[in-house]
């Protein structure tokens, strides 16, 4: 058995080499991935794994186990004793849902930390997951659990109310555990609100989930840049009690992973085949299982699963000793000491430039018919913002943090602004002009080769093209480096 894993192995890495077009430099291979994480400042850690999920499908399975939170290595630990070997994915708890005060909770998160750090430093992969419990609610199972009204739902989604504030706090309270892995350099399969197609936690089968997602996602990559986090969507099998796929899924843009969660031994075709068709080719997962899967199905009409992760206690009630021995040693299934991620740079057929105002904040002196300044940075052409009726208005964007400003695009619908100029601030108080545009003419005005530090971008804007009518911004965008 361990030649015919060794021989697998070598065809393996092959098989990665040949995913990927590059070249030999300085001894690192240069490659162009077939798709890049939706997060563009993702970490080097978190695109190499990334690249090697996409490069494991049809090659492999990695082995999976999750633990729960007060005891985040036992399950690990059992795996070597029965079958001599570590599984190669290491799934964690963030949530608290046994009642825990902030203080113990505090605790366990940070014991989940360091042993994910751990992990990562000896090779392991680390996914991570999140039972929420119902905004400003105590850590307990019955408020995960919570029934929320659509109605319920929707202020929480809502920007201002108060249950958004709670929520916010919420993922506040994560993203602090979430940073110390990536200064650590860990890059995580992170995998929040899961089951959401199901109606038994308080985010399931609502008509608008892909806010809440939007949200965190939001908080997570612009706000806090946990840019070690690699998404994974991990909806339930579709069931009598869970619905399809598509219904909450919240887009390919901010999914780089699928994965599917199967109990009772219900690996059907479909739900192997469904998450392919809806990720487009994006890697698939197994993010849950009670009963390991079938290695005859997943070496054959089942193999773009690239790891399996079994829940905590099942891993002994639901599978006998021997079935666990075997799957750990079929040659298919790929244990801590097996995950060998080749020391790649990911780069691309040159990548386009990051709009680094996208999805941000935007704040206007005024606005008509309620096309605010949020308008011009969600990445939506057709949309605008409309000012008052003045020439003297106002726009600026806020980056999140300082940067070296290189270029800037203006982007009109009609009615532009025909004197302006183009300021920075590292205060959003005090303002330097970098451009100043007199005369302006036709829709788009862009601006290159500038040389501006600031964490704000403003249009200033003195004189409209007609006197008639109000400013008309479609899309504000600003390039430039740390």
């Not at 939706?38 to 978190?46: C, D, F, R, S, Y």
């Not at 201002?160 to 309270?173: A, P, R």
């Not at 070496?299 to 079935?323: A, D, F, R, S, Y």
Request: aromatic share 12%; charged share 15%.
């Amino acid at each position: 058995m361990k030649t015919k894993k060794i021989h697998f192995t070598l065809a393996f890495i092959l098989a990665f080499q040949l995913f990927f077009t590059g070249v030999m430099l300085n001894g690192v291979k240069q490659v162009y991935a077939a798709t890049g994480p939706v997060n563009p400042n993702e970490t080097t850690e978190a695109k190499d794994l990334l690249a090697y999920l996409y490069a494991l499908q049809g090659k492999g399975m990695l082995t999976g186990q999750h633990e729960y939170i007060e005891a985040p290595d036992v399950y690990a630990e059992t795996l070597k004793t029965l079958t001599g070997k570590y599984p190669a994915v290491h799934g964690y708890e963030i949530g608290g849902i046994t009642g825990q005060s902030d203080t113990v909770l505090a605790d366990q998160r940070q014991k989940v930390v360091n042993s994910a750090i751990n992990w990562s430093k000896n090779g392991g992969i680390v996914t991570m997951m999140y039972h929420a419990s119902f905004p400003g609610a105590c850590q307990c199972w019955n408020q995960v659990q919570r029934t929320a009204t659509q109605a319920e739902f929707d202020k929480i989604v809502t920007p201002g109310t108060i249950e958004y504030n709670l929520l916010i706090s919420d993922m506040d309270k994560v993203a602090v555990f979430l940073k110390q892995m990536k200064d650590a350099n860990v890059p995580i399969l992170w995998r929040p609100y899961h089951e959401m197609n199901g109606g038994w936690f308080w985010w399931g089968q609502k008509n608008n989930y892909a806010k809440l997602w939007n949200i965190m996602y939001d908080r997570y990559v612009n706000y806090f840049h946990l840019d070690n986090l690699l998404w994974v969507w991990n909806p339930n099998a579709p069931n009598s009690t869970a619905s399809d796929y598509a219904s909450t899924y919240p887009g390919s843009n901010k999914v780089d992973i699928l994965a599917a969660d199967i109990y009772n031994n219900d690996y059907k075709q479909s739900h192997h085949d469904g998450l392919i068709a809806l990720g487009g080719g994006k890697p698939i997962a197994i993010g849950e299982n009670g009963e390991l899967p079938s290695m005859a199905t997943a070496t054959t009409t089942q193999n773009k699963w690239v790891w399996q992760m079994t829940w905590g206690k099942m891993l002994n009630e639901n599978n006998t000793n021997l079935t666990v021995q075997n799957f750990f040693n079929h040659p298919y299934a790929f244990t801590r000491d097996e995950v060998k991620i080749p020391p790649i740079v990911l780069t691309g057929p040159p990548i386009a430039p990051v709009n680094l105002v996208l999805r941000k904040t935007a704040v206007a002196s005024s606005t008509s018919f309620g096309d605010t300044a949020s308008k011009t940075v969600d990445g939506d052409a057709v949309t605008r913002w409309q000012s008052g009726y003045s020439d003297k208005e106002w726009i600026y964007v806020d980056l999140g943090k300082n940067y070296n400003i290189t270029s800037v695009a203006v982007q009109y619908l009609n009615h532009r602004a025909r004197n302006y100029d183009v300021q920075v601030s590292t205060d959003a108080i005090n303002w330097t002009t970098i451009k100043t545009v007199v005369n302006g003419l036709g829709t788009l005005d862009e601006f290159k080769n500038l040389q501006s530090q600031g964490r704000y971008v403003k249009l200033n804007m003195t004189l409209r093209s007609s006197p008639t009518y109000v400013y008309n911004v479609q899309e504000i965008k600003v390039y430039g480096t740390e």
